[in-house]
């Protein structure tokens, strides 16, 4: 494989980007196979290893997945675009549609995963939702199916005393979800902060999510407050990042 001038990459690299811009291109689309090793090897002049590392390069950013005994192929699943603002405003939820249609247009979502307790609360939520003493928290788990493939794991923490007896403790907390039935509660959501953190998943998370090896994970932890500035909600989620484009969209 001849060497650009001035291009230090390795040539498991060039032949990567080559073959991503042939996917962005539209060279290659969704679910065709892409060239094999054998393939690669003789287009490229090299050795079976670099061509290895190449495709390797693909199934770890998630671009692309191995079928055993069939090849690599260009990933199917088309990411969500997650419209950071437009999915908070108050004419979704207060409407009692869900956060999650400003996002999936005609797409099949479904939580799969629903858990609902009260527990003691961790330090770190205990110092954000300004809790006394040992109050508990309720605590929703939930693990979000997309197009059949899971996206999100979430955990929210509210206020158990805030919460009693109200749909929330509930798995299925109504149209508008959460946000509206706090709003009904006394305690509408007004402001949001989201912090965004990345890292490489457990094993569990991993294997919750369905990822592919090398795929690292977005970490949104999201705390809603009143027009008080009281916090009421705090909401870790945990995102597949081959799974999601975060857009945000907003005014100067």
Known sequence: MANTEGDRRPKYQRIADALREAI???DYGP???LPGENDL???YGVARMTARQALSVLRDEGVAEARKGAGVFVRAFRPLR???IQRLARQQWGNGRSIWSADI???KLEVDQVTVSEEAAPDRVSTVLDLAGEEPVCV???RFVLDGKPVLLATSYLPASLVAGSAITQEDTGQGGTYARLAELGYEPVH????????MPSKDEAAQLSMSAGTPVMLICRTAFTDGGRPVE???MTLDAASYILEYDFDA
């Open 24 to 26: 962005r291109t539209g």
């Open 31 to 33: 679910g065709d196979r």
């Open 41 to 43: 090897m003789a287009t």
């Open 82 to 84: 997650r419209r950071g």
């Open 105 to 107: 247009e005609n797409r």
């Open 140 to 142: 929703r788990r939930r």
């Open 192 to 199: 949001f902060r989201e912090e965004v953190r990345s890292r």
């Open 234 to 236: 705090i909401n870790e």
